[in-house]
């Protein structure tokens, strides 16, 4: 697989990450077979949250549960992995970026994932509430104490962002936006261009728009549009509609990986024909401009 930098370090990750949102519900056993499908396939990334579980039967910090299942069974998979996850959404609140409150959740992320440290820890989303000095604070005192390698956003505007950075000891080395074909916000809302401005890496989040790609149900005759597009390119290339979506969102010039969340092992290890792709510039155009409904001027 490709690998693609995070931030501006010598660490390298695959193209293509893996996420476990949809991840709750596996047995630890089944959990176990589409890590490994995923890190055997080159998706090094895995990226998972404390929220992930609730409104399901394990409940908040659920899918955290089940990878630290499969990580105290099999030690040895962690150093294979980048392995990300994030806090900060606490229902019915909603949002808690308090000091206190992410150094708690920090520790209660690696009780449950079984670890010491993860590599990279995520805001969730922005609090309107903690002063942004006392989220900055909670960050810099978790890179230092070790318990993270990097710290990222998600789902913050770029203004937010800058105004967290302020306050940082540390670059940001990350940002986790929603991306894909049928939601392009982050090209003109400014959150790829302060990628390339500080040489974070985004990460796509539901990158085949949550299967609604894959299935073509999207919901507006705008979208069906852009799916339309978007087989015809597949078509072209002897490739599936979701390997197009994919080397989309890797085509853009910032240094993009879509975390993928499909919860079939062969989906997942067919994901990396994605990353080898041809898309020319004028197919590339295509998906943008049928998203636009408009030619480039
Ligand atoms: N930061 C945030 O706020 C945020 C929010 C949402 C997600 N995320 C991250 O992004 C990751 C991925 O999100 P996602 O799961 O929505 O990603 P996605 O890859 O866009 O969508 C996954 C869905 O697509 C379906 N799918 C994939 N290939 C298919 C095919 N060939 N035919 C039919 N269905 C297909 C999957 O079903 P099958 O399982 O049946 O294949 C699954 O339901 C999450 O795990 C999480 O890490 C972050």
Redesign the pocket.
Known sequence: MRQTAIGNTNISVGAIAY????FAESSVEDADTKIRAALDAGLTLI???DIYGLGEPRGFGGAEAVLGEVLARDPSLRVRMFLAT?GGIIPPRPYDSSYDYLTAAMEASLERLQVDSVDLYQI??PDLIAPVEETARALNDIVSAGKTRFVGV??FTVAQTRALQAHLDVPLATT?P?F?ALHQDPITDGTFDWCSETGATALA???????QI??QTAETSHGQTVIACLQKIADAHAA?I?DIALAFIMKHQAKIIP??????PD?IRDSVRAAEIPLTAREFYDIIEAYRGTAMP
């Open positions: 996420g476990c949102w949809r990226d998972t949250a994030k969730h989303r998600s789902n986790q929603e894909s989040w539901s990158p085949l728009a949550g299967g894959p299935r599936s979701s975390i993928i969340g499909t919860q079939n989906r």
